[in-house]
């Protein structure tokens, strides 16, 4: 995934929480990306390539139905 996004966009991951979803808010970004889990509310914090790598597409803030 290449592209831009920014705070409050959703992000659709190629693999799925523990909690079993895949659809994360973003909450911060610049060289570290944080991202909350929408079912659970667990923050992970991650590198801006691996975050990259990790992320099939983002969501605008304004619709988020995948």
Same mark, same amino acid.
């Given at each position: ?27 911060r970004?610049? !060289? $570290?990306?944080?991202?909350? #889990? /929408? &079912?659970?509310g667990?923050?992970?914090?991650m590198?801006? !390539? $691996?975050f990259?790598?990790? #992320? /099939? &597409? ?5 619709g988020?139905?995948?």
């Amino acid at each position: 995934m290449t592209g831009p996004f920014a705070l409050g966009d959703t992000a659709v991951m190629k693999k799925p929480h523990a909690c079993g979803e895949n659809l994360w808010t973003i909450i911060r970004t610049g !060289a $570290d990306v944080k991202i909350r #889990c /929408r &079912r659970c509310g667990r923050i992970v914090m991650m590198d801006r !390539a $691996d975050f990259l790598r990790q #992320c /099939r &597409r983002v969501l605008p803030a304004g619709g988020e139905q995948p």
